[in-house]
């Protein structure tokens, strides 16, 4: 099994060779990071070293650190999320700025330093960058002044303007001049028009909104509670509620990755203090929960899902103290690899 | 008395001072290294204190000591590490009294302001049977020194520095025969608006540091009284408050800010007797630590007695008790503690070569008995020529540290089932020192340490958790000497520290233990002084080598060496009035440099200080 696999990782890595080869018109030649695996490492509290791993998934060869390898000098922040549009990858720091660089080649463009607090994520619509931030934290750590920044370039530069959400927006989501924001504290979507740069529209959702994607040619959004998650989708005509799926699924976090046949892996933590994390498997198509302990543990702080290699990569924390790890799984469990990474890793970008 | 004024010579800076006689011209203090034998103390002398006055104990132990200070930035948090322990393995006294805070178990060196004392000293190694919680990595004792008949004295000193600085300090004493009172007050205050590379930033432009200015105030208050010929009694009280902002990681752009104020008062009553002296010693701790708006607070009373008496030539005892009643009212939990402790020391000096101690402490606290803490340890002069002498040390012993009310209580996340951390560690250590035109004190150590139970807080979904999970192994090789050599009419001191440092964590990989984090190998100071009629030079140097920030394959930090020079004239003079003037260069070489991760540290600076000594 396991040498089938590598061939194909041999025919797979010589398909893009061939088309690294052949690039024509405006397409441009395949940079060492243009294929793979790159593994967000979110770094620890207080040391601002989170990362960005490279993982060449048919070599298995690891590069660590490449933001300071390809640009001398450390990232120097929390990254918690790694956006790829308009060509351009965009590291999102959740302690106050966006590094956006060459997905190439991963040498610096531009970034936005400064006038942000806490940054999630970020979307790109008509020319402009939008950035989810929680706002500050006050006193008592809540954080009433969440908003969705508004940079006017695509390389970044100053925040023009801050338009206001419900508490802690996490994901944003582009279908054509309007933005879709996951409104996690208050269960919200609220939609910008990118033109206005304004609220258009708010539904409120079950659970907290954490997640957009993609599934059978409609927008949904992933949202969870302590008991359920849901899925909602949306028409994008009027941009009112379509579809609808709840699965009893108790101790959902914010880590998804999709897989094939609208299959959902999720990460489960009982937390505090019994702490038995999991990963449970359900699928939108049939709306029934097909695994809810597709894998049990302890330290899981992410999931992706290579749909290439069709391969489930699991992201275990290791309590922060040093290097994280990440277990790479066959579809049906088997454990393919495992490797030590950077602090804290979090998520993954399939290229 | 011979031996353990060797000890002292040997080790310490300090080159005569005998022991502490129970005449009453001194005020006295219970001298800290007579049950020590066969461990490491270095004593930081007077010249040294004063030298450092306008500074913090976190810049004199990483400069002047193998101690590694971890430094969150200029005047940030600042927190020691011995022999590859962490800061909260470090026990800390002043005049006696434990200060580290019952809620975190550690101090920040960064605001105890050298001005504030008049001795330190420390001591290196497991020591929980002598010194009692937390002294595992070692321990640092603080002491006011006053005298009696010794008149009217102030002294009037004010630094001016780099980067804002601008410290103040006046002090005046009275003393006669039978009273002694000595009041200090300072004021330390620090714009930090240093130049550094922001290596966060594209381009890494050169930026100047924001939100880190930091004020400091303090009084210090020392009392002695001469009741009669046989009691004394003698009173401290140490206010200080530190209002600092928190100068943000590189990357980061917090503006935090915090508040940190303690109120510490300890009294004793010594009752002399022939052979004997019985001490009674009470005590209130109060920190209050503002964090942004979260407040937190404890406050700690103390009553403990000893008696200390020898028996013949030979023979010392020491035995005591200690009771310690805490409350904390923290900004997520309040909570109480009790502690009490008997402990027992005992020395005997078989000859005038030979001498051997054993120490014995017994601690509970709640319903908690920590296991029997014992400690033996002995000096050996085993050689004696016309100038030069070699004395053998060896010493083994247990030390402990009960878990911290945040360890226990925080909420969420407090773990009341903890267990206490618990080491033992052993040393042997050669000293050599030679008089004449050319002396010099050496003496090198190599010491093995085992730290169970250590306590490390680890993430539970989103909530963190302390968890006796760590287990580390040190072992070690210190080396420390010290020349002096009268060249012409030139005096030469030149001083030299080397401390290989092996700290290896057995548990996250214990197939290939690797060293813990932020926890040098290599450290080396060196420093020379050349003086001259009043005049002295100095120059002094200190490395610290590479340092992973995490456990595991980990990010490595560089290493960096700084440069320290200065210029002294202590012999200026007008009528009785002596005011030193002196001038020192810090980071002379301009250094790039962090000692933690994405912490910027302040470049080449300078500072001046006038005394007057009235």
Redesign the interface.
């Given at each position: 099994m396991k040498f089938a696999y590598k061939n194909q990782l041999g025919v797979l890595a010589l398909f893009y060779l061939l088309v690294a080869c052949n690039d024509s018109g405006n397409e441009r030649p395949l940079g060492a990071y243009d294929t793979g695996v790159l593994i967000i490492n979110e770094g620890?509290f207080?040391?601002?070293?989170g990362e960005v791993f490279h993982l060449d998934p048919s070599t298995g060869i690891l590069k660590e650190?490449v933001f300071e390898a390809e640009n001398n000098?450390?990232?120097?922040?929390l990254l918690e999320d790694i956006v790829l549009e308009e060509e351009r990858l965009y590291l999102v720091?959740n302690?106050?700025?966006v590094?956006i660089v060459n997905p190439g080649d991963f040498k610096?463009i531009?970034?936005v330093?400064?006038d942000l607090d806490i940054p999630r994520s970020l979307a790109t619509a008509q020319g402009k960058l939008f950035i989810s931030d929680y706002g500050p934290y006050d006193?008592s750590f809540a954080t009433p002044d969440s908003y969705i920044a508004v940079v006017s370039g695509l390389d970044g530069g100053t925040v023009k303007k801050k338009i206001e959400v419900s508490n802690k927006p996490e994901d944003l989501f582009t279908v054509g001049k309007y933005v879709f924001v996951a409104g996690s504290e208050e269960g919200k979507i609220e939609i910008i028009d990118a033109e206005t740069e304004t609220v258009i529209k708010t539904i409120e959702v079950d659970g907290r909104p954490v997640q957009f994607f993609e599934e059978r040619g409609d927008l949904w959004v992933y949202a969870y509670d302590s008991e359920q998650v849901y899925f909602q989708s949306f028409h994008l005509s009027d941009l009112t509620k379509k579809e609808y799926r709840a699965f009893d699924i108790s101790n959902a976090?914010r880590s998804i990755a999709f897989g094939e046949d609208a299959k959902m892996y999720i990460l489960t933590?009982?937390?505090?203090?019994d702490?038995n994390d999991g990963i449970a498997v359900v699928s939108i198509n049939d709306g029934e929960t097909l695994i809810p302990e597709w894998k049990t543990g302890s330290g899981f702080y992410g999931i992706g899902y290579d749909k290439e290699r069709q391969e489930i990569y699991v992201a275990n924390?290791?309590?922060?103290?040093?290097?994280g790890q990440v277990t790479v799984y066959s579809k049906s469990g088997a454990e393919v690899n495992t490797m030590?990474v950077g602090?804290g890793p979090s998520g993954f970008v399939f290229r | 008395m011979t031996l353990l004024f060797w000890v002292v010579s040997v080790i310490g800076f300090v080159p005569t001072q005998d022991t502490v006689s129970l005449e009453q011209v001194e005020v006295y203090a219970p001298p800290l290294d007579r049950f020590a034998q066969g461990q490491k103390v270095v004593k930081f002398d007077s010249e040294l204190l004063e030298a450092y006055a306008a500074r913090s104990l976190g810049d004199l132990l990483q400069e002047q000591s193998p101690v590694f200070v971890r430094q969150y930035g200029a005047g940030m948090l600042a927190s020691p590490s011995f022999r590859g322990t962490s800061a909260g393995h470090t026990a800390l006294f002043w005049n006696g009294l434990p200060i580290n805070s019952p809620s975190l178990g550690q101090s920040d060196l960064s605001i105890l302001p050298v001005e504030a004392i008049d001795q330190a000293q420390l001591h290196f190694g497991s020591s929980g049977a002598l010194f009692g919680n937390e002294a595992i990595g070692g321990s640092l004792h603080m002491n006011s020194k006053t005298d009696f008949r010794k008149g009217f004295r102030g002294k009037i000193a004010q630094t001016f520095g780099s980067f804002g600085l601008f410290n103040s300090a006046f002090s005046g004493g009275f003393s006669s025969k039978k009273f002694s009172s000595k009041s200090r007050f300072y004021r330390q205050f620090v714009q930090n608006d240093f130049s550094f590379r922001d290596i966060s930033q594209p381009g890494t432009p050169e930026v100047k540091a924001q939100n880190a200015a930091a004020e400091q105030l303090g009084f210090v208050q020392d009392l002695a009284w001469n009741l009669n010929s046989k009691s004394q009694l003698k009173a401290a009280f140490w206010w200080n408050k530190a209002d600092r902002e928190i100068q943000p990681v590189m990357g980061s752009n917090t503006t935090d800010q915090q508040s940190d104020e303690s109120f510490r008062a300890v009294l004793d009553y010594f009752r002399f007797s022939g052979k004997s002296i019985w001490n009674l010693k009470t005590g209130w701790i109060q920190d209050k630590m503002i964090f942004n708006e979260s407040l937190n607070q404890t406050r700690q009373f103390f009553a403990a007695s000893d008696w200390d008496f020898s028996k013949g030539d030979r023979l010392q005892f020491k035995a005591g008790v200690r009771g310690t009643f805490v409350q904390g009212d923290l900004s997520t939990y309040s909570a109480t503690d009790q502690r009490f402790e008997f402990y027992q020391s005992a020395r005997y000096d078989a000859s005038e070569d030979l001498s051997l101690s054993v120490n014995l402490r017994q601690f509970a606290y709640l319903d908690n008995f920590v296991p029997f803490l014992p400690s033996i340890g002995g000096d050996w002069k085993f050689w004696e020529g016309d100038q030069q002498e070699f004395l053998l040390k060896a010493s083994v012993g247990k030390g402990f540290k009960v878990p911290t009310l945040n360890d226990r209580f925080w909420s969420p996340g407090g773990n009341p089932d903890l267990l206490p951390e618990e080491s033992v560690s052993g040393e042997i250590g050669l000293n050599w020192t030679k008089t004449g035109a050319f002396s010099w004190d050496q003496s090198l150590t190599y010491y093995r340490m085992q730290v169970n139970n250590w306590i490390i807080w680890m993430p539970q979904g989103s909530v963190w958790s302390p968890e006796n999970i760590r287990e580390v192994q040190n072992q070690g090789i210190e080396y420390q000497g010290k020349g002096n050599r009268k060249i012409g009419l030139v005096d030469m001191e030149i001083g030299l520290s080397y401390t290989f440092s092996q700290a290896l964590d057995l548990t996250s990989e214990p197939t290939n233990p690797r060293q813990l984090p932020y926890t040098p190998k290599h450290q080396a100071n060196g420093s020379l002084i050349a003086a001259y009629a009043g005049f002295s030079l100095n120059l002094g140097t200190f490395y610290v080598g590479q340092r992973a920030i995490g456990t595991g394959n980990a990010r490595v930090l560089d290493s960096y060496q700084l440069w320290n020079a200065g210029l002294r004239f202590s012999d200026l003079k007008w009528g009785k009035t002596r005011f030193p003037l002196s001038f020192q260069v810090l980071n002379l070489l301009d250094k790039d440099y962090q000692v933690l991760y994405l912490r910027a540290m302040p470049g080449r600076s300078f500072q001046l200080n006038l005394t007057i000594h009235l």
């Open positions: 620890a207080g040391a601002n070293d650190n000098r450390p990232f120097a922040g720091a302690t106050g700025k590094e610096s531009g970034s330093i400064g006193a976090t933590s009982t937390g505090w203090p702490y924390a290791k309590g922060f103290q040093g290097n030590e602090r | -």
